[in-house]
């Protein structure tokens, strides 16, 4: 299976302002996806990161808050966009490979805004 | 969509007793089935997984079971320990499918405490 790098691990940020997350698979995949868990809760999938195109969003997420990019096979980022408190959780990416029915995840990043 | 729902949402069991957590399934189409389990602060780690070609599958003191009809599937945890002790999260999906059926959904989670 994949292996991701995830950074940042964890960053506490001011209120209005933003924050990018990196996700690099170690080889290419098929999908990337990106996910919220807010503390205690389940992995809630905020979108499907699309190489060279706009990501596909789940209800409830947009794009001016949580724009995406997936430059290549290997690469995504999440922007967490003009945060309040209530953003604060934990972000993961996951990835699959094509033809492999398996998931793999980052180690996820904690975010605290205040 | 694809709706998964999971029992129980907390499971306190004896060190050395076995622990089943159960999830349903919503989408006919969906046909692997992951178990993830998350201990504080670190990412989910698949501990089993099965297919809709398969009923059961066993792996040490792990089991799945899968009923395709009744559109539920269930983990079975044998001759628990305490380092068992974790949130555990069962998931759906049809990674080969289309759309939206190729993500991950999740179920909401069940905390396992085994107590020594």
Redesign the interface.
């Known amino acids: 299976s994949a292996v991701i790098s995830q950074k940042p691990s964890r960053d506490i940020c001011q209120r209005g302002t933003s924050l990018t997350i990196q996700c690099q698979v170690d080889s290419q995949v098929t ?1 990337m ?1 990106w996910y919220r868990q807010q503390p205690g ?5 905020i979108a ?1 990161a699309n190489q060279g195109s706009e990501a596909t969003y789940e209800s409830g997420f947009v794009i001016d808050k949580f724009p995406i990019s997936r430059p290549n096979l290997t690469f995504s980022t999440l922007t967490v966009s003009n945060m309040s408190p209530e953003d604060s959780s934990i972000y ?1 990416c ?1 990835d ?1 490979h094509q ?10 990043t ?1 975010l605290t805004v205040v | 969509g694809e709706n998964v729902e999971q029992h129980p949402s907390t499971l306190s069991v004896q060190e050395g007793d076995s622990a089943v957590i159960k999830c349903t399934y919503s989408d006919s189409a969906s046909n692997y089935f992951p178990w993830y389990k998350q201990e504080l602060g670190k990412r989910p780690q698949l501990i089993i997984d099965i297919r809709s070609n398969v009923g059961e599958k066993k792996d040490q003191r792990i089991a799945v079971t899968l009923n395709k009809t009744a559109k539920h599937f269930s983990l079975h945890i044998t001759e628990t320990q305490p380092e068992d002790s974790a949130v555990y999260f069962c998931a759906a999906s049809n990674p080969l499918g289309s759309g939206s059926a190729r993500q991950l959904t999740f179920g909401s989670g069940t905390q396992l405490t085994v107590l020594p």
């Open positions: 999908m996806f809760q389940s992995l809630t999938l499907t993961l996951s699959r033809g492999s029915y398996g998931y793999t995840f980052g180690s996820g904690r």
